[in-house]
C-alpha cells in the first residue's frame, strides 16, 4: 500500500537534491521521509532515504536543535557562506542575475514592477528541483486561466495539488489573498 502524502519540500543544487516528506503509513503512523538524491556521471539519479517514525520526532527535533546549537557556539563571529557564494550556481531563481529575481525587483523597482506570477511567487517562496517558485506560480495562474478572481477562492487544499506547495505555503498564499478581499470590502 502506498503511503499517503501529507506535505513535502524540496531544496537542492543542479546536481544534488534534498526532499523532505511527512507521510501517513499503511498503520496509520506519521512518519518523516529525507531523501539525498545525487546526479550521477551517467545522468541518472543515485537515491538514499531515512525515515524516522511519529514515536521517534522529538528525538529528531531535539537532536537537530542540539546540533546546531553546538554549531552556533562553536563559531560565534564566523560566516556561514551560502552555495552561490561559494560558486556552486543552481537552476533556481538565486541562480539569475539579481536584476531579474522577483524579490529584488520589488525591493528596488516596487511592486508596480511585477507581473502577477512573479507577485505569487514571493509568496511561494521557494520552489522544487524541477521547478522554481516562478514556475510554481504560473501553473497556478494557468491552472485559473490567469483570472486573479479565481485565484483568490482557491483553499489551502487546492493549492496543495501543485508539487511543490505543501499546507504552509498554500496557508501563505491563501492569507494573503484574504487580506486582499478584506481591503477591498473595507
Known amino acids: 500500500m502506498e503511503p499517503t502524502y501529507l506535505a513535502s519540500e524540496s531544496f537542492g543544487t543542479s546536481s544534488r537534491h534534498y526532499f523532505i516528506d511527512f507521510n501517513v503509513a499503511a498503520n496509520d503512523s506519521d512518519y518523516i521521509r529525507i531523501t539525498r538524491s545525487d546526479l550521477q556521471i551517467n545522468g541518472e539519479y543515485k537515491r538514499r532515504s531515512i525515515c524516522v ?12 536543535s542540539m546540533v546546531f546549537s553546538s554549531v552556533i557556539q562553536q563559531r560565534k563571529g564566523k560566516v556561514i557562506t551560502d552555495a552561490i557564494s561559494a560558486g556552486q550556481q543552481g537552476s533556481g531563481i538565486k541562480s539569475w542575475p539579481v536584476a531579474e529575481r522577483p524579490r529584488e525587483k520589488m525591493i528596488t523597482a516596487g511592486p508596480s514592477a511585477l507581473g502577477d506570477a512573479e507577485l505569487l511567487a514571493l509568496l511561494i ?8 517558485a516562478l514556475d510554481l506560480a504560473n501553473m497556478i495562474l494557468e491552472d485559473v486561466g490567469y483570472d486573479l478572481n479565481a485565484l483568490s477562492e482557491l483553499m489551502v487544499e487546492d493549492f496543495c495539488r501543485f508539487k511543490g506547495i505543501g499546507a504552509a505555503k498554500a496557508a501563505v498564499i491563501v492569507a494573503a489573498l484574504e487580506l486582499n478581499k478584506r481591503i477591498v470590502s473595507s
Open 125 to 132: 517562496g521557494s520552489g522544487t528541483v524541477k521547478h522554481s
Open 53 to 64: 517514525f511519529e514515536e521517534d520526532f522529538h528525538f529528531l527535533i531535539e537532536s537537530f
